[in-house]
């Protein structure tokens, strides 16, 4: 690696940690309804809405509301798809999906997946990116903060049936935090280079015509076959390039910020218009995390103990920085079948594993994105995972498994990490025989069970999805590439929608009705499962008393925890994990460096 | 439960009108205003012809140009209307063998040209990009194939180096991204400097 590979990586953690802090403390101020910069508007959802900003829920009310908004949402993207031929803004007369594709994209946007079975450019409609995904990226994403500001009010309130009102979380987290960051961030990568147009997609001469050679096929489609048996092709040359644009800079904006991930084009951040330039990137990448690391902050602000938050934020970048970094090694270290290549760093070439990542982006940042990408539940790519060294492919795929709580998605994230934090207690407690309290919570027998079911549900997806597959016909069938390769495809996949993280080993093909389905329902699972289980355990300790802290209370805000918090999380993405992780990447590792 | 279908039907409806249109609408108003090259994606014209964009690169394969990196778009490489990277695992035998197939090829075109080259190929001049759209290919690849397109397009190396230097992208204030050439941007200017036939 060359130096400057080590300077954008921590120059990257620095910004992110740096802006974390003030992000934070505004969210803390926007949550506590502190923010007023549209009190008339918002005032005017209420009033519409038929609520009221003082009214509270109780955990059981606020989770109805989220499940019918979110099962709501799901609908109309479903719908849009399914007319997006007879609705207008159509540019390309493009078809409508199958049904199964459409309602597997709808339920990957609601559940702030966004998975990506379709491939934008060639699949979608402008009116159905803006009003459906563009839509369910920002409420889907606030669905999410709204839950976690629930739980931390669980913490923080005393003996009070209310977690707060799901209505005002959302409308809140939309209009000040996602629009505003989004507009400004989707004007910086427009100026980079990111398209945002309503025209059609655009025609270039091509310098060099190209030939290609398509089957002939009979009317009834049937391909023709010449004397020797062989299909006949004809011969067509190329002349003019098609240049794919459209209002992509908007949705790209707040498909990081909001964790969301799915493109605007079929290989999403690879694309040059989606993301452009190295500063395009390094903007992107950053969003990725940003809201994430912010609520960490603003949950120490909002529980009155700051110290509490950086606890959570320090845990989560001691272990993305524990990952990033064989990652890096990893794809730096090149492939070593190839011969007569020059794969070493040097001031004119990044060098290493450069199938299925771009020249302006090199190793350093695509191993970078990856690990941002994955330790988020976010899974846009600017670079192709599947193509990746077996260990490189593996830290992502990790990183998901491990449940989407290194960062995490917005809210989601932090829901799980505090539910780990709640399972580390507990463990802790066990070791000296006193009954766990975290933030002056007892914990007990009830919220065991709920934090035992919030992690495991998606394990629980993600493993019984990939054993479904491989034991079927169609599962099978998606596969790309051959050997343990293939296995880690359908790992990844199942890793990627239990958790709701949405980033593929893209070679393995989903667009068929079993991994629409099986895939839609890892989604669901992931994420209202855990979703559940948080508010009820938001509303059972927001109804309990506030114990003062004791000679035998574990403090959690110090190093010590910190310590016990990461072990916590690795041992349980170890132990559910690593028999999975040796068939696939692991034995594929072996099988590279020994052939 | 009842009560929560009048605020989830409302809110939707008034998030999609703000979100999904006023939002989106809002940005492509100001972006055409402030940045309208960048925005429309950044094409190259001459005049009325639109020779490319910027951003997008196109399929070289004649000796006489520069190589842009394989493409694993379909049905030819370098559809922008149909971005797509190869997703070929490190151990894919078809892979390995296409990897040794594109250096095969690069000297066989040398050998064609009459120039001799020991170096080994970088890396990404013989590997498919993620978007399969890469409008780059490193310094390093550049500089490999300058004398077999000296040889070839009858353009003095010295100039053809030059050229190079001049579309070499460095990194974001000497620290973001990597170097890059844009290949088509080279292309087009070489296309200028080439001797009368």
Redesign the interface.
Known sequence: MTW?SY??LA?YLGVLIGLSFPLGKFMAHVFEGKVRWFAPLERA?YW????REDRDMNWK?YA??AM??NL??LL?VFVLQMFQQQLPVNTENLPPPSWHLALNTAISFATNTNWQAY?G??TLSYLVQ???L??Q???SAATGIAVVIALIRGFSRRESAGIGNF?VD??RG?LYVL?PL??VL??AL??????????P????????A???E?PVKNDSGEPVLDADGKPVTEKTI?KE?????G?A???VA?KQLGTNGGGF???NS????EN????S??MQVLAILIISGGLCIAFGELVKDRRQGIAMLAAMTIVLVALLIPCVAAEQS??P???????VA?????????????????IA??ALWATATTAASNGS????H?????LGGMVPMWLMQLGEIIFGGVGSGLYGMLVFALVAVFIAGLMVGRTPEYLGKKIQAHEMKMASLAILIPAGAVLVGTALACVSDWGLAGR??????GF?EILYAYSSAGNNNGSA???LTVNTLGYDLSLGAAMLLGRFGPMLAVLAIAGSLAAKKTVTPGPGTLPTHTPLFVGLLIGTVLLVGALTFVPALALGPIV?HL??VKP | ?I??????????V???V????A??L???G???V??PH???????REGD????????G?????PG?FWS?PSATG???????????????????A??QA??DR?AALHDAEKAAGVKND??????L????????????????A?YQIARVAAVSGVPERDVRELVAKYT?G??V???????VNV?EL??AL?KLKPAP
């Open positions: 400057q300077v954008q120059l959802f519409l809405a038929g609520t009310q109805w509301a019918m908004f709501l949402g109309a491939g450019e060639t803006m009003l459906g563009t839509v990226n920002f409420v209505w959302l409308t939309t629009l989004s507009f989707a004007l427009v100026s980079q280079g990111v398209v945002q147009t309503m025209s997609y655009q025609k270039a001469e091509f310098i060099e190209q030939t290609i398509t190329v390039q098609t240049i794919a644009v209002p800079a908007s949705q707040i084009f079929n290989v690879a694309h040059p218009l452009a330039t190295p500063l990137n390094f090149g492939n079948a190839f011969a007569g290549v020059d794969q040097s001031a004119n070439q990044s060098g290493g594993n450069m199938e299925g990542k771009e020249t302006r982006f090199g940042n695509s790519v600017n670079s192709m599947d193509s990746y060294t077996p790309a590439n051959p050997g343990a390769h880690s080993f893209a070679g594929e099988l590279m | 439960m009560s929560s279908i009048r605020p989830a039907i409302v809110l939707l008034l998030f999609t703000l979100t999904g249109a939002y989106p809002l940005v492509t100001v972006s055409q402030i940045f960048q925005a429309n994606g950044s094409l190259i012809r639109v020779r490319g964009s910027a951003l997008i196109q399929p070289f394969g004649e140009r990196r049905p030819h490489g370098y559809n922008a209307g149909a971005s797509s990277g190869s997703n070929a695992g490190p151990t894919n035998p892979f390995l990897v040794k250096v170096a080994p190929v970088p890396v990404d013989v590997t498919a990009s993620g978007s399969g759209l890469d409008p780059h290919i490193s310094p390093a690849a500089e992208y990194r974001f000497g620290l973001l991204g990597e170097p890059a088509l292309n087009l296309e």
